[in-house]
């Protein structure tokens, strides 16, 4: 997969390229593109980059982060997932113990005609509404429990990119939901049956 990055736009191989080449092998390495709608977030991105390569690092594939504003007009990169990010995406300066029943997804994968493109976006806002129902998140710890779950519901929507497939699994970082305790506190993976698949994607099916 290639994709080209512009000045206003990408240049896209849709995900139906990737099924007809599943045994294709592709570059070990992902660029990971975030965008910020807030222009000033603070969001410091080697910790995202550490949680993020510690769950794709049984499939072989190495993580690499980048803000949108640093890259260079028409710069090519063979695999990239791109996120918006909207909202705030920092608990800082925020009340602890802050309530909302606002519901809905915290993060989204786009498709088009059932096709999933490698453009997702995640909902800050309503990730922090989440973590304030953590009691145990506070101060440092707080910020990065935070910086955890931004990572993990990320590696959530790449799976989905990079699988081509809108299937949930059972368990691990892919199931349909996670709760406040598994989005920020102690090890979560990929399970088993998507790592195979990743490193199918990777390596084709006769390696």
């Not at 705030?88 to 606002?102: K, R, V, W």
């Amino acid at each position: 997969m290639r994709l080209i990055v512009g000045c206003c736009c990408l240049s896209v191989l849709l995900c139906q390229i990737g099924h007809a080449s599943t045994s294709k092998k592709i570059d070990s390495s992902l660029t990971v593109l975030l965008d910020f709608q807030d222009r000033h977030a603070a969001v410091p991105l080697k910790p995202l980059e550490r949680e993020l390569q510690g769950m794709f690092s049984d499939a072989h594939i190495h993580v690499n982060l980048k803000l949108k504003n640093t890259v260079r007009d028409y710069t090519e990169f063979k695999e990239l997932v791109v996120f918006k990010l909207k909202g705030h995406c920092t608990l800082d300066n925020l009340p602890i113990g802050a309530i909302s029943d606002e519901r809905g997804p915290l993060a989204m994968t786009y498709s088009v005609d059932g096709e999933i493109l490698p453009f997702g976006e995640v909902e800050c806002d309503r990730l922090q509404r989440t973590m304030q129902g953590n009691p145990h998140a506070t101060g440092l710890f707080r910020q990065s429990a935070f910086n955890t779950a931004l990572a993990r519901v990320m590696a959530h929507e790449i799976y989905h990119m990079l699988a081509c497939s809108n299937v949930h699994t059972k368990s691990g970082v892919t199931k349909e939901s996670l709760s406040t305790h598994e989005l920020s506190s102690g090890a979560l993976s990929f399970p088993p049956e998507v790592k195979r698949q990743l490193l199918i994607k990777e390596n084709g099916p006769n390696r």
